[in-house]
Antibody
Framework: HVQLQESGPGVVKPSETLSLTCTVS????????WSWIRQPPGKGLEWIGY???????TYNPSLESRVTISADTSKSQLSLKLTSVTAADTAMYFC???????????WGQGALVTVSS | DIQLTQSPSSLSVSVGDRVTITCQAS??????LNWYQQKPGKAPKLLIY???NLETGVPSRFSGGGSGTHFTFTISSLQPEDIATYYC?????????FGQGAKLEIK
């Protein structure tokens, strides 16, 4: 049974870099498309970007200048880095598996990141 | 970006009701549309993919339809565990986008 688990700091200071890891267990990350999606408190969902196990991927243009998503097949981990964060980046961050580019059939439980000094 | 507009945004429902939510796309997205259910404090759960295909393990009371710019999501007979927020999501074009959500509440 595939499981995804996000991990990382719960609080990040403004202007610093948000770093999260998604650890995949019960299955390989090879052959799938892995996305990060976020949800500000009480609001809707925003797709951040995806990475294929080979490392290729695409980002949301609204975040492209600040975001990097990567995959480490040896560790079965995905990572998300978001630079120069502001309060607007406060959100629950989810990693999710795509059978193709979409849909996303497995999700992590989410990691809440608050941007605050 | 492709805009997805869900209607209604909120709905008061009773157990046993037939519930229909619509999702209107700002341009033709063929059938590249999925539906997710999200309960408070939980990750979204895939229910319908490619507009009308029921995800494995999802009860048959859930269904989806439509193509192009107009899509529907239906719960044939609402159960208590169906109280949640439902989102449509397109993957015809990058960036992938979601509707604003449709929140079901018990009447």
């Amino acid at each position: 049974h595939v499981q995804l688990q996000e991990s990382g700091p719960g609080v990040v200071k403004p202007s610093e870099t948000l770093s999260l890891t998604c650890t995949v267990s019960g299955g390989s990350i090879s052959g799938y498309f892995w996305s990060w999606i976020r949800q500000p408190p009480g609001k809707g969902l925003e797709w951040i970007g995806y990475v294929y196990h080979s490392g290729s991927g695409t980002y949301n243009p609204s975040l492209e200048s600040r975001v990097t998503i990567s995959a480490d097949t040896s560790k079965s981990q995905l990572s998300l880095k978001l630079t120069s964060v502001t309060a607007a980046d406060t959100a629950m961050y989810f990693c999710a598996r795509g059978r193709q580019l979409s849909p996303w059939d497995y999700w992590g439980q989410g990691a809440l990141v608050t941007v605050s000094s | 970006d492709i805009q997805l507009t869900q209607s209604p945004s909120s709905l008061s429902v009773s157990v046993g009701d037939r519930v229909t939510i619509t999702c209107q796309a700002s341009q033709d997205i063929s059938n590249y549309l999925n539906w997710y259910q999200q309960k408070p404090g939980k990750a979204p759960k895939l229910l319908i993919y490619d507009a009308s295909n029921l995800e494995t393990g999802v009860p048959s009371r859930f269904s989806g339809g439509g193509s192009g710019t107009h899509f529907t999501f239906t719960i044939s007979s609402l159960q208590p565990e169906d109280i949640a927020t439902y989102y449509c999501q397109q993957y015809d074009n990058f960036p992938y986008t979601f509707g604003q959500g449709a929140k079901l509440e018990i009447k």
